[in-house]
T-cell receptor, first 115, second 118 residues
Framework: GESVGLHLPTLSVQEGDNSIINCAYS??????FIWYKQESGKGPQFIIDIRSNMDKRQGQRVTVLLNKTVKHLSLQIAATQPGDSAVYFCAEIVSRASGAQKLVFGQGTRLTINP | GAVVSQHPSRVICKSGTSVKIECRSLDFQATTMFWYRQFPKKSLMLMAT?????????EQGVEKDKFLINHASLTLSTLTVTSAHPEDSSFYICSASLAGLTSTDTQYFGPGTRLTVL
């Protein structure tokens, strides 16, 4: 089936520490994955993406790792700051039989940065 | 660039009334817009995909007659919740992309609209 799920619904990290948010996906044909950050009462914000021909991609303080063998995705946030507190969603592009594609979101992980 | 707005940000209505939510791409033309629904502490669920000038494609389980979608221009899509009931209370989020949803295109999200049906 098409589903993207999160291993941990909540995660608390001390400010300044690194955090890792995990995600499992089920569609082995998916070739594009995205991490979003959603603050309370707001829409999702794009953080970083990765294509299936890569296993690692780095941005500013964030790194996404993709393990296609076990269909696992992770988001690493370095030197966490209070502003990193939010819900983080992984999402995958799923292709339909018609050829059209849609974005399927995982359950989300609430990250709390403790001062 | 690539800003998507929604109006209103919050709306409270009585049961049985209809509510219209607007989604606008402010600085780009969006060939395709998407409407999502999000319940508290839950993930986003795609409701429908709309392309400018054509009928929306609804996801399985989403009532077309209840959630009317119009994408009359390249910068505006509207979602009308008809005969709203308390169970329709939710956070509705739209997104827009330049050229449909492909592995190379980015989807830009609006800030969401909180609908409360009394």
């Amino acid at each position: 089936g098409e589903s993207v799920g999160l291993h941990l619904p909540t995660l608390s990290v001390q400010e300044g520490d690194n955090s890792i948010i995990n995600c499992a996906y089920s569609n082995s044909a998916s070739d594009y994955f995205i991490w979003y950050k959603q603050e309370s009462g707001k829409g999702p914000q794009f953080i970083i993406d990765i294509r299936s021909n890569m296993d690692k991609r780095q941005g500013q303080r964030v790194t996404v790792l993709l393990n296609k063998t076990v269909k696992h995705l992770s988001l690493q946030i370095a030197a966490t700051q209070p502003g990193d507190s939010a819900v983080y969603f992984c999402a995958e592009i799923v292709s339909r039989a018609s050829g059209a594609q849609k974005l399927v979101f995982g359950q989300g992980t609430r990250l709390t940065i403790n001062p | 660039g690539a800003v998507v707005s929604q109006h209103p940000s919050r709306v409270i209505c009585k049961s049985g009334t209809s509510v219209k939510i607007e989604c606008r791409s402010l600085d780009f033309q969006a060939t395709t817009m998407f409407w999502y629904r999000q319940f508290p502490k839950k993930s986003l669920m795609l409701m429908a995909t709309s392309n400018e000038g054509s009928k929306a494609t609804y996801e399985q389980g989403v009532e077309k007659d209840k959630f009317l979608i119009n994408h009359a221009s390249l910068t505006l899509s509207t979602l009308t919740v008809t005969s709203a009931h308390p169970e329709d209370s939710s956070f509705y989020i739209c997104s827009a992309s330049l050229a449909g949803l492909t592995s190379t295109d980015t989807q830009y999200f609006g800030p969401g609209t909180r609908l409360t049906v009394l």
